[in-house]
């Protein structure tokens, strides 16, 4: 880990990252020793460091951050999972913010996860959650450190045949997974929640929406129901790490062909791999 | 400070209160040493842990560790405020708790915050927050990491005059202060805003509504507006560490007289010394 510039593996217990969980994070892929889609993820992490109040790093200096991340790791090619928290620091008691905050950054590097290859070919089996999702406006979004409510979710389910939990929010709306994003097919159309009173957009979210629009595949943001999902053609979850699942099961919804769903992963895994190249 | 039994100021930056806020907190006062309203104080903090599912350290544990945190300051006569957190511990990528987690336990001690004396005798200016607390049953009532909302209601004001912020619900419900309880008299009786859908139930909350109880003074838990607070005969707000503020003043609302609320004041601050003595 590369903390506040520095090798460690420690925090002040006074961070307000611990307090209050005072800050905001990314999660995304390193390939071969480089961050992907590096650029766009700082753009996401300075667009939730504003929405928190909070300075984003520079560019610059995360960049050099990361390098010496890098250097950190011993193999050879460098594949994994970067991820990057931000604080608003180390405080003394009191909610208030300071009014120039020296900022905590926090930079770990692990393995990319495995999971079976089935699970991007032939779908993968989600949970359906009980937790609700509230309502807050103020955070929705961004990824911020204030993520109990994932973690409740995420703790509903031990059967290692789920992959994901959907979670909903408390008016019955579809939202998102517990660590990842949804979209859904409906007739030759993708549909994705609306995300503006609760839930994370994550890059990948984007990228799916830019894809859409590149391709003039109709992609609308809007509310949807548990009815619109077990009536879908198709159902898919993205995320950063895991690039595209399409969904096989979910109570009341099997689904054997995800035509669109192979395509925009296989688009996404080919623009990764042209980073790569580039 | 105390971390996990031993003196220290960090801790590991992979620790689930820092990624996710993954725990629970305690704030209590500490009268020459001794920590006030412990068990109460311990009962709760048994309750939030359970919430959020984890096994609270046993009592003779956090004894043990606050003994520690006594002998490490320096005064004879040692007065001040101690923070307790408790968390699910350290752990790799996931929001999946472990079965068995072993749980982080950080105590910090500080000196007591110096407010005027005119705050509790001749009560307090208050900002009215424009964040509204999100609705998450599941959450409510416990005082556990994920405080963001506290931080940007705490970041609305910086004048000095203003000593607390009071925050409503998305449905305008007024609920609490930033980081106290409220309570209003109207013709007598108490009413304190219902705090199962969002709101921290703090120990100074439940010794009113004891208090209340024993004095035959009617005390309600019940959804309150802006009208019933700019129409109360009296408002207060009350937490462990400043015991309770009568509100003199708040937009469309202007008090000069307590009776009510410096009377629960007195017993709470003898009930107090009672415990020192004793």
């Known amino acids: 880990m590369i903390i506040n510039g520095k090798p460690g593996d420690s925090i002040s217990a006074s961070d307000r990252g611990l307090s209050y969980g005072d800050g905001v994070f990314r999660t995304l892929r390193v390939h071969h020793g480089k961050p992907l889609h590096w650029q766009q993820h700082y753009k996401k992490l300075q667009h939730d460091c504003a929405v928190i109040g909070i300075k984003c790093p520079s560019i610059q200096m995360l960049a050099t951050d990361?390098?010496?991340?890098?250097?950190?790791?011993?193999?050879?090619?460098?594949?994994?999972?970067?991820?990057?928290?931000?604080?608003?620091?180390?405080?003394?008691?009191?909610?208030?913010?300071?009014?120039?905050?020296?900022?905590?950054?926090?930079?770990?590097?692990?393995?990319?996860?495995?999971?079976?290859?089935?699970?991007?070919?032939?779908?993968?089996?989600?949970h359906l959650c009980k937790l609700r999702l509230g309502h807050q406006p103020r955070l929705a979004g961004?990824?911020?450190?204030?993520?109990?409510?994932?973690?409740?979710?995420?703790?509903?389910?031990?059967?290692?045949?789920?992959?994901?939990?959907?979670?909903?929010?408390?008016?019955?709306?579809?939202?998102?997974?517990?660590?990842?994003?949804?979209?859904?097919?409906?007739?030759?159309?993708?549909?994705?929640?609306?995300?503006?009173?609760?839930?994370?957009?994550?890059?990948?979210?984007?990228?799916?929406?830019?894809y859409a629009r590149q391709q003039r595949i109709v992609c609308k943001i809007t509310e949807l129901t548990m009815d619109d999902l077990v009536s879908a053609d198709e159902i898919f979850l993205v995320n950063s790490v895991i690039g595209l699942w399409p969904v096989r099961e979910l109570p009341g919804f099997n689904c054997k062909q995800f035509p669109l769903s192979l395509q925009i992963q296989e688009w996404l895994s080919h623009e990764n791999n042209k980073k790569l190249v580039g």
Chains 1, 2 share one sequence.
């Open 142 to 210: 961004i990824k911020h450190l204030n993520r109990l409510e994932n973690v409740l979710a995420a703790a509903e389910w031990s059967d290692d045949k789920i992959a994901e939990g959907i979670m909903l929010d408390n008016e019955n709306n579809v939202i998102e997974g517990t660590r990842s994003n949804l979209f859904i097919v409906q007739n030759g159309k993708l549909h994705t929640p609306d995300l503006s009173r609760c839930g994370v957009a994550g890059l990948q979210r984007d990228r799916v929406i830019d």
């Open 66 to 126: 990361i390098e010496q991340l890098i250097l950190q790791q011993t193999e050879t090619s460098i594949n994994g999972v970067l991820k990057i928290i931000i604080t608003r620091g180390y405080a003394t008691r009191g909610y208030a913010p300071a009014a120039n905050p020296q900022l905590s950054r926090i930079l770990n590097f692990s393995s990319t996860p495995t999971y079976p290859d089935s699970y991007s070919s032939d779908g993968v089996s989600v």
